[in-house]
Each structure stands twice: as structure tokens, then as C-alpha cells.
């Protein structure tokens, strides 16, 4: 079946400026996370989604970011007024809550570059 | 300190090699640990899953988890070019709760 999908899979945005990044889940995945993966670094965890409602946004860096996920599927994670220091891999998971493990899994990941 | 630390690399291994990957991490709370196989420009793929303390072996792969030591082990046997890739050892607290990741390790295989 289809994994998780994300769009685009490179974004290039001027300092200062807004982006919108997507996520796909795998189909009835309930629980959705997102993450950025600096370079040379591990995924660090931004927030989680059980169906609609942010479960977790701990991670979240500051007031510029925030993601939704309206009807508890496709979720989008938006940056406003961007900063060269948010250029990052943006990694989104999905995972089967109820399932005997709770895998979570990866998608492809957006590629921002702020210049 | 990171609350999951990972051996610094990159390692590379000549074919045939049994690989020894690390982590040790700091949080008492973590009941779950995984280890996750990440390829250049693509997203993490989970390798194996252990559930508390105890061995888990998959193939030429063998997971250990150590509670009593916060340490956290991936064993690579007879290891081939295809292993070749970035290795992340990974934590949570609860079943749907968030992953903490260590850095990473880049594995290098030689045939």
C-alpha cells in the first residue's frame, strides 16, 4: 500500500518569508507526528496529532510554527516569516494507534532551504 | 546532556564484518527502543523494536536493551555493502508517545 507522502519534497524560501509543508498519512493512520532533522543530527520531535487535535506540541520552536490537521488526515505544518536557521529536513510519521507496536512510519521529508 | 546519546562515527567496516552500534540514554521513563535505518535523502526506516529490557534478533540483526544500564545495542552480522546507511537509535515513553532520537551513525560497508 502507499506510505506516507509528503509535498513538495524541496521547498527554497527567502528569509522572511511563508511556507506551507504537507503530510499524507498512511490511510487510517490515526496518530501523526512531525520532526526536523538538522543536518548531521537525529529527527527532533516538533508535534503530534491524534485525529484532529494537537495530542503534543511541546516541540514546537516558537510562535512561528504551527500545524493542523482539520479533518484528521492530511496535516500541514506552516512556518511564518522563516529564518535561514529553520532550513531543515521537515520529517513526517504516521502510526496505527491500537496496533500490537505502534510503529511509526517515516515519509520521504521536505527539504526547506531559507536563503 | 542529550537524553540519548549515540557513538560518534562515521564507522567503516570491511564486508563480513560484525558491526557494534551504541547508545546510552538518561530518562528512566523510556520503555520502548528501536533502532531506525536512514538512507541519503530518505526518511527513517524502522530496523528493530524491543519492548523493555532483553534481546530481539531479526536475521543477521540483533537488538539489546540493558535497563539497568541505560544502554541500548545493534549488532550487525555478516554485514554487507546494502547496510551501508545512517543508523538512529530511538526512545519513547509510551506506546503513541514521542521519539527521541541520538544523532545517528554513519555506517560505511567495503566490499
Known amino acids: 500500500g502507499a506510505g506516507v507522502s509528503q509535498t513538495p519534497s524541496n521547498k527554497v524560501t527567502e528569509k522572511g518569508k511563508y511556507v506551507e509543508l504537507r503530510c499524507d498519512p498512511i490511510?487510517?493512520?490515526?496518530?501523526l507526528y512531525w520532526y526536523r532533522q538538522s543536518l548531521g543530527q537525529g529527527p527532533e520531535f516538533l508535534i503530534y496529532?491524534?485525529?484532529?487535535?494537537?495530542?503534543?506540541d511541546s516541540g514546537l520552536p516558537n510562535d512561528r510554527f504551527f500545524a493542523v490537521r482539520p479533518e484528521g488526515s492530511v496535516s500541514t505544518l506552516k512556518i511564518q516569516r522563516t529564518e535561514r536557521g529553520d532550513s531543515a529536513v521537515y520529517l513526517c510519521?504516521?502510526?496505527?494507534?491500537?496496533?500490537?507496536?505502534?510503529?511509526?512510519?517515516f515519509g520521504p521529508g521536505t527539504r526547506l532551504t531559507v536563503t | 546532556q542529550k537524553e540519548v546519546e549515540q557513538d560518534p562515527g562515521p564507522l567503516s567496516v570491511p564486508e563480513g564484518a560484525i558491526v557494534s552500534l551504541n547508545c546510552t540514554y538518561s530518562?528512566?521513563?523510556?520503555?520502548?527502543f528501536m533502532w531506525y535505518r536512514q538512507y541519503s535523502r530518505k526518511g527513517p526506516e524502522l530496523l528493530m523494536y524491543?519492548?523493555?529490557?532483553g534481546n530481539k534478533e531479526d536475521g543477521r540483526f540483533t537488538a539489546q536493551v540493558d535497563k539497568s544500564s541505560k544502554y541500548i545495542s545493534l549488532f550487525i552480522r555478516d554485514s554487507q555493502p546494502s547496510d551501508s546507511a545512517t543508523y538512529l537509535c530511538a526512545t519513547r515513553t509510551g506506546a503513541n508517545s514521542k521519539l527521541t532520537f541520538g544523532k545517528g551513525i554513519t555506517l560505511s560497508v567495503r566490499p
Open positions: 496529532f491524534q485525529g484532529t487535535g494537537a495530542a503534543d
Open positions: 490511510s487510517g493512520h490515526t496518530a
Open positions: 524491543t519492548y523493555s529490557s
Open positions: 530518562n528512566s521513563a523510556f520503555q520502548y
Open positions: 510519521a504516521s502510526s496505527q494507534a491500537g496496533g500490537s507496536s505502534y510503529e511509526q512510519y
